[in-house]
């Protein structure tokens, strides 16, 4: 007897007709003597909808406000497929996040995971029960409820499974595994039937929206063996594990992009030793984040600094900027927006010299501009304008022989 976690994203459970596959997929590890926690999402876009009704309200919705509202949507899934599964005779019953002990830091909108207290859902499931577990949801130690950030299911899923120590953590979703890059966008992606840890962690992190960055890394942290796959097809999915075999010896594993980017510019920032540290702490202290920098020296008094941010970000930054622009000590700020960025990820990077020397070569190649660059072990992010975003996409693609039929 084994325990598998399994998670089931929106569009699985998006209707009574989903949640009853839902039962068959539950129902095909009770048969086999496995112990079952579900996790599941809220249903189809019903979290758009509950933003949309917050909006409506205000412009800027209490963030507490926010976890209250948005933290409903999963239970009612929860709710409903608990009662689709007693009524198909297998016996269940569910949590909410904090009825499973999932504890968070105090932060709303995103909180992390800090601790599961499993005592409850381990007696259910030594009851012979089925645990489903409302995903994105948990409970501060002051009793706040929080949430985890968009797409927080599968991390709600795999931290489980990383306390449970559970066999296997599933994640049931709309495509068939992890590909090469979105399938949505690209006809030619094609599956793969492996990723590393730390590739999947690259691809998340980088815009690829299959699963939330937080879920790999506890993944990667406790060694859950993950498995994305279709909650339709019943065929295998994309395992994600410590090392994956490189098919064909490629050195690209998968193309990852992301849309609404802004590059801000901070120019004549008069020269010291502790300029920088300043300008970020600001930023930092004021809970915004900064992705991609460049310093450019001008001359020995002031130099020019570019940074890329969040478009949702550029408002906030631009008056933290301006409010701190005495203490800051620059000249004029500049903003740019509609861009994109988009990266190609490998392991197989660390061992083939001039991956990135190629990779410009393409965009060139594609009368593709590059604004702002970035690099790490085994991946190679470039900042285009957003026009160009799945041109760069597509031609990265086929250049790093990914496409199907390759
Ligand atoms: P769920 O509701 O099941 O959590 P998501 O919408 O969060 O589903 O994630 C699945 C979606 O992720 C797919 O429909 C696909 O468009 C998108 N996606 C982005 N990048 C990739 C990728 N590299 N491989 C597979 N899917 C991807
Ligand atoms: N329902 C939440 C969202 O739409 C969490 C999730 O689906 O993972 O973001
Ligand atoms: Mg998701």
Known sequence: MGLIVQKFGGT???????????????????????????????????????????????????????????????????????????????????????????????????ARVTNINTAAVQSQLSEGKVVIVAGFQGLTEEGEITTLGRGGSDTTAVALAAALKADKCDIYTDVTGVFTTDPRYVKSARKLLSVSYDEMLELANLGAGVLHPRAVEFAKNYQVKLEVRSSLEKIEGTVI????????????????FEDEITKVSVLGLANSLTSLSTIFTTLAKNHLNVDIIVQSTTDAKTANLAFSIKTEDL??????????????????????????KVSIVGSGMISNPGVAAQMFEVLAANDIQVKMVSTSEIKVSAVVEEKDMLKAVEALHQAFRLSKGN
Do not use: C, F
């Open 315 to 340: 408002i906030q930054t631009l008056g933290v900027l301006e409010d701190n622009k005495e203490q800051l000590n620059y000249e004029q700020l500049d903003a740019e927006n509609k861009l994109a």
């Open 12 to 110: 699985s459970v998006g209707s009574v007709e989903k949640i009853l596959n839902v039962v068959q997929r539950v129902k095909a590890e009770t048969d086999s003597g496995n112990q079952v926690v579900v996790v599941v999402s809220a249903m189809g876009k019903s979290t758009d909808q509950l933003v949309g009704l917050a909006k409506e309200i205000s412009s800027q919705p209490n963030k507490r406000e926010m976890d209250m509202l948005l933290s409903t949507g999963e239970q009612v899934t929860i709710a409903l497929l608990s009662m689709a599964l007693n009524e198909q005779g297998v016996p269940a019953v569910s949590y909410t996040g904090w009825q499973a002990g999932i504890v968070t830091e105090a932060v709303h909108g995103n």
């Open 241 to 256: 594990e410590e090392e994956a075999s490189m098919e064909q010896n490629l050195v690209v594993r998968g193309v990852a």
